[in-house]
């Protein structure tokens, strides 16, 4: 057994698991008691072992009662280590890295300095929204991609000569990188967003090379579903054949799933950043290969 200890974190137990297990690492798990007032309390089951320590703590909801466990459990790990790594496999927040209407607060950036105040060696997260959200970090950083193994598990559906739809221009980079590690070809929808309401528009017209395909959605992320039920309505009309949908973290929030099932498409498959059962496509490997 190698001189690492992997904490898991209430909201990603089974993934710190399966990273402790590829790194040979020792294991401890993590209790959460909530007194009456809604206060979280946090206990680690053990003592890590001399060496690196990987804190395993995703940010999905609640988001700041999940943030504060990964900082309670940074914290606790620097007791024991100087080299604490923090594993963020979905990053809630990201989102905010920057000020879209004045007034608002960039929480990167705040979050940025709460990590460099807790004497973090580095922060690794999958699929980072942005990579402005990921260039607020004062510290060392990585973000891994999903995107290779989405693709191995979309490769066994074997579809035929499917083509990959981004449904935001912003989304074009990890569309084409899908399309091209399958082997296909991609296109992306123009989509617009009230910055206000956070409804959602497809303002793309006619697309004939949609026509009779099957198509596979690719997004980092899908929270309320509206970008995805937009496009595959969009898409539907278009004439096209089967829509699925390939994203890194499903949050899936307000029965999300039922609503894009409703909008035609036939699966989602997610990874494993967020547990689900959507998170079909284990990110253990990428992340155990990040830290070595
Ligand atoms: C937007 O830029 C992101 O890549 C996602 O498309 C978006 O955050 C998903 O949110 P929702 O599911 O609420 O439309």
Same mark, same amino acid.
């Given at each position: 057994?190698?001189?690492?200890?992997?904490?898991?974190?209430?909201?990603? &137990?089974?993934?710190?698991?399966?990273?402790?297990?590829?790194?040979?690492?020792?294991?401890?798990?993590?209790?959460?008691? +909530?007194?009456?007032?809604?206060?979280?309390?946090? /206990?680690?089951?053990?003592?890590?072992?001399?060496?690196?320590?990987?804190?395993?703590?995703?940010?999905?909801?609640?988001?700041?009662?999940?943030? %504060?466990?990964?900082?309670?459990? +940074?914290? =606790?790990?620097?007791?024991?280590?100087?080299?604490?790594?923090?594993?963020?496999?979905?990053?809630?927040?990201?989102?905010?890295?920057? #000020?879209? $209407?004045?007034? #608002?607060?960039?929480?990167? !950036?705040?979050?940025?300095?709460?990590?460099?105040?807790?004497?973090?060696?580095?922060? %690794? +997260?999958?699929? +980072?929204?942005? =990579?402005?959200? *990921?260039?607020?970090?004062?510290?060392?950083?990585?973000?891994?991609?999903?995107?290779?193994?989405?693709?191995?598990?979309?490769?066994? $559906?074997?579809?035929?000569?499917?083509? @990959?739809?981004?449904?935001?221009?912003?989304?074009?980079?990890?569309?084409?990188?899908?399309?091209?590690?399958?082997?296909?070809?991609?296109?992306?929808? !123009?989509?617009?967003?009230?910055?206000? /309401?956070?409804?959602?528009?497809?303002?793309?017209?006619?697309?004939? &090379? @949609?026509?009779?395909?099957? $198509?596979?959605?690719?997004?980092?992320?899908?929270?309320?579903?509206?970008?995805?039920?937009?496009?595959?309505?969009? $898409?539907?009309?278009?004439?096209?054949?089967?829509?699925?949908?390939?994203?890194?973290?499903?949050?899936?929030?307000?029965?999300? &799933?039922? =609503?894009?099932?409703?909008?035609?498409?036939?699966?989602?498959?997610?990874?494993? /950043?967020?547990?689900?059962?959507?998170?079909?496509?284990?990110?253990?490997? *990428?992340?155990?290969?990040? %830290?070595?």
């Amino acid at each position: 057994m190698k001189n690492f200890t992997v904490i898991g974190g209430n909201a990603s &137990e089974d993934l710190a698991k399966k990273i402790a297990k590829k790194l040979d690492a020792k294991y401890l798990k993590s209790n959460l008691r +909530i007194f009456p007032d809604g206060e979280g309390k946090i /206990t680690i089951n053990g003592k890590p072992k001399k060496g690196k320590i990987i804190v395993v703590q995703a940010t999905y909801p609640p988001v700041d009662s999940n943030l %504060i466990q990964l900082f309670s459990l +940074i914290s =606790k790990a620097k007791q024991y280590s100087s080299n604490v790594i923090a594993v963020i496999p979905y990053f809630g927040y990201a989102r905010q890295d920057r #000020e879209f $209407l004045q007034g #608002e607060i960039i929480t990167m !950036k705040v979050l940025a300095k709460i990590f460099k105040g807790l004497g973090l060696s580095k922060i %690794i +997260i999958v699929d +980072i929204h942005s =990579k402005l959200a *990921i260039n607020h970090f004062k510290i060392k950083s990585k973000n891994v991609s999903a995107v290779p193994q989405l693709v191995k598990y979309f490769k066994k $559906l074997r579809l035929n000569e499917p083509l @990959v739809v981004s449904p935001d221009l912003g989304g074009s980079q990890r569309a084409k990188d899908f399309a091209k590690i399958y082997g296909t070809n991609f296109i992306a929808l !123009k989509k617009q967003r009230n910055k206000k /309401t956070g409804k959602v528009l497809i303002k793309s017209s006619n697309l004939n &090379e @949609v026509k009779g395909k099957d $198509l596979i959605l690719v997004d980092d992320m899908i929270s309320t579903g509206g970008s995805i039920i937009k496009a595959a309505q969009f $898409l539907k009309k278009q004439k096209c054949k089967r829509v699925f949908v390939a994203c890194t973290h499903a949050l899936l929030m307000n029965n999300a &799933e039922k =609503k894009i099932r409703k909008a035609g498409v036939s699966q989602i498959i997610s990874a494993n /950043t967020i547990p689900g059962n959507t998170a079909l496509v284990d990110v253990s490997e *990428i992340i155990a290969k990040a %830290i070595v």
